[in-house]
Nanobody
Framework: QVQLVESGGGLVQAGESLRLSCVAS????????MGWYRQAPGNQRELVAS???????YYVDSVKGRFTISRDNAKNTVYLQMISLTPEDTAVYYC????????????????WGQGTQVTVSS
């Protein structure tokens, strides 16, 4: 069974940095897109950043210039480097990936991690 496990969240002060990691494990054949979503209390889940298997990236306007998404295909891992954090970045951050598993190839399924809390104090 394919699983996504995030790490790296925590409590920081405004202006500080964090790096989130998400490792995909299981019978993986290939991973297409990988991305990070976030959900703050009372808000809808929003796409923060994504990256394709070829390295094309997308960022929501509010994080451009502050967040950087990257991936290590050999390790089935995606990262989100976050700098200059503000209290508005406080949310649960979820990893999301489109995965073709060896057991269901060639069909791609979307998977979610369990989420990691990021809290930025002012």
């Amino acid at each position: 069974q394919v699983q996504l496990v995030e790490s790296g969240g925590g409590l920081v002060q405004a202006g500080e940095s964090l790096r989130l990691s998400c490792v995909a494990s299981g019978p993986i054949f290939s991973i297409n897109f990988m991305g990070w979503y976030r959900q703050a209390p009372g808000n809808q889940r929003e796409l923060v950043a994504s990256i394709t298997s070829r390295g094309s990236t997308y960022y929501v306007d509010s994080v451009k210039g502050r967040f950087t998404i990257s991936r290590d295909n050999a390790k089935n891992t995606v990262y989100l480097q976050m700098i200059s954090l503000t209290p508005e970045d406080t949310a649960v951050y979820y990893c999301h990936a489109g995965v073709v598993s060896r057991t269901h190839a060639p069909r791609e399924y979307a998977y979610w991690g369990q989420g990691t809390q990021v809290t930025v104090s002012s």
